[in-house]
């Protein structure tokens, strides 16, 4: 009875936060299973502020073309736009269903002064790719950056997601339903 109460109370929070950013799905999921008391998100992990720029890193989209798949981030942040990032994968429910909240943001605001970004964390490139045409991410998408964002963020559930400043300075974090839209419409004085 006790291990089903477990699994239950860990189930409810993967409907809140999934899995662990930097570590694979099966190692999350083994984690929680096998923790005696559920994982809280410690917002004091996270190594970014709210007013601190951001920090950039460089990921390999397709190892097969390294030259010209390789991104950064501050290929995205930081350019004069307000940038909403949002680090997922392709295995969290949460995360998935957080893209279509994102989408409405998106067809919503997108323009001269925002855009999105979908950071793919501690996922397999392809089923990035499936999900994110079953999902119709049409906005800039970074795929492939793996454990790199959460070990340089602090990351450690997603989806995780930020908006960014013009300046590339943080103005809100863990972002979830209608609190993305209102922090967009908010820095956007709208």
């Known amino acids: 009875m006790k291990k089903i109460l477990l699994i239950a109370i860990v189930a409810s929070i993967g409907a809140v936060s999934c899995c662990f950013a930097n570590k694979s799905a099966k190692a999350a999921e083994a984690d929680a299973v096998e923790a005696e008391e559920p994982a809280v998100e410690d917002e004091a992990a996270l190594s ?3 007013g601190e720029m951001f920090k950039d890193f460089t990921v390999i989209q397709d190892p097969d073309s390294p030259t010209t798949s390789t991104v950064k981030f501050s290929d995205f942040v930081g350019k004069g ?3 909403l990032v949002d680090f997922w994968a392709s295995w969290c429910p949460p995360c998935r269903a957080e893209i ?3 989408a409405k943001v998106y067809e919503e605001f997108a323009g001269e002064n925002f ?3 979908s950071v793919a964390v501690s996922d397999d490139p392809k089923d990035t790719k499936k999900a994110a045409a079953e999902l119709g991410i049409k906005w ?3 795929i492939n ?3 790199i964002p959460g070990e340089i963020y602090g990351i450690k559930y997603i989806p995780q997601i930020m908006l960014f400043g013009p300046d590339g300075k943080l103005i809100a974090y863990d972002l979830r339903e209608d609190a993305i839209g209102e922090a967009v419409k908010k ?3 709208k």
Do not use: C
Request: charged fraction near 20%.
């Open 81 to 83: 736009k307000y940038i």
């Open 145 to 147: 950056a793996q454990r």
């Open 187 to 189: 820095a956007l004085g």
């Open 100 to 102: 279509p909240v994102v």
């Open 48 to 50: 970014i502020k709210p």
């Open 115 to 117: 855009d999105v970004l």
């Open 140 to 142: 800039n998408s970074i």
